[in-house]
DNA sequence: TAGATTGTTAATCGATTAACAATC
DNA sequence: TAGATTGTTAATCGATTAACAATC
């Protein structure tokens, strides 16, 4: 991989570039210089070349970058060149609106399964994945070979079920219950506190002049 | 107001204190120094001190910082301390996620509609709120002063409602939908993209090491 | 008073932007 | 070749951490 290691601040960049770059094939855009990039980003075109120079030189002097070529070597950074399965726990309105997300398997993330504690959903589907009681859940990670857990249950749930995924081996943990998880190395936890999020709207809300 | 600009790095941070402190009252805390403080949130004291001081100063020298006050600070400072009124659009899981979301209630945003283009929801009530259509939208938001929006619909969709929420005076958008808003200045756009978040995950897997 | 801890200034670190030589 | 644009170094800016005087 790298030699040295990437900052979160850019890291958090690389899905926007992809997604832009994205735009432009299907505008069937075939070369792109950092400084039209950075106009349609409203970034500077240094930042772009300084991102990018991070895994490699990727465009050519004189021509810019290749869209489809600079797209596909993003999307290698961010490893969605491969294929990942996945479980959701909990099986409420949120982790069903994780499941029913088409987009997320066309970007090699499989959801396996859907779980919960509640025994009325035993055996209920949501688009095809049965939902199941959250005590198979050892067996099934194991069987099934899950790498990724997205947590969509409460607090106290979230935090009780979190051992039991490591034990088994879950690698990544997308936690959107309001609460830090406590994991140890070489697990990653990237968390979604959307009560955060409209916090941090009701700031800019208050704190913007017309 | 504040004197100076806050920077986006602190605002983030922000509901993350007040989320501690919120426990802390829930656990009978009193007091709290901003050492003790940053062992519990694995940050680091002078950070602590810094953010907090850039609204005034909440605590007390030899003694620390009372937990009920800061909390409550905290909140006003967040702008919890008003009452938001609030529509959903985009009638889809995720939105009726975010519209079973209580919590959000408890803070002081009311959900007063939840709006669709899909004629067959029309009529039906998410947790008491009604599912309305969207050419309903430019009346609803004046005869109810919605301030903000959230957009859980595709891309398109967002993209062609945005104006109209602007003309008729939302000055908040939660944006859900994978696309950068264009919005005139004075309005607040808060995104929310899952597929980044998860693109992220992806790649802290795929470059962390046991 | 002595001890503790803040508020704040100064030092350090890291990230962004500017500049330009390399080169297609 | 001349023009364009990268890759990369240097300069700037901002954010984080350390230190300590002020003070409860």
Redesign the interface.
């Known amino acids: ?2 030699e040295h290691e ?1 900052s979160k601040a850019v ?2 960049r ?3 570039y ?2 832009y770059l994205g735009d432009l094939i299907e505008a069937r855009v075939e070369r792109i210089s950092s400084n039209e990039l950075s106009r349609m980003m409203n970034v500077t075109a240094s930042q772009i070349r300084q991102d990018l120079n991070n895994f490699g030189g990727f465009g050519q002097q004189g021509y810019g970058y290749n869209v489809k070529y600079l797209y596909q070597e993003i999307g290698r ?4 060149d ?1 294929i ?1 399965s996945m479980v959701i726990i909990g099986a ?3 982790g ?3 499941a ?2 088409v ?2 398997e066309k ?1 090699g ?1 499989w959801i396996k399964g859907i779980f919960d504690v509640n025994p009325r959903l035993k055996g209920m589907t949501v688009r095809g994945i049965e939902i199941r009681m959250t005590d198979e859940l050892p067996q099934f990670i194991r069987d099934n070979q899950i ?2 857990a997205a947590l969509t249950l409460p607090k106290a749930g979230a935090e009780e079920v979190v051992p039991i995924l490591i034990e088994n081996g879950v ?2 943990i ?1 936690n959107f219950a ?1 609460t830090d998880l406590n994991v140890p ?2 697990v ?1 936890v ?1 968390n ?19």
């Open positions: 991989m790298e990437i890291v958090k690389l899905p926007r992809y997604r950074i961010l490893g969605l491969k990942y409420g309105n949120l069903q609106a994780l029913n997300y987009k997320f970007r993330f790498q990724i690698k990544a997308w309001h190395g070489g990653v990237e979604v506190h959307l009560s955060e999020s409209l916090m941090q709207l009701s700031y800019n809300l208050n704190h913007t002049d017309l």
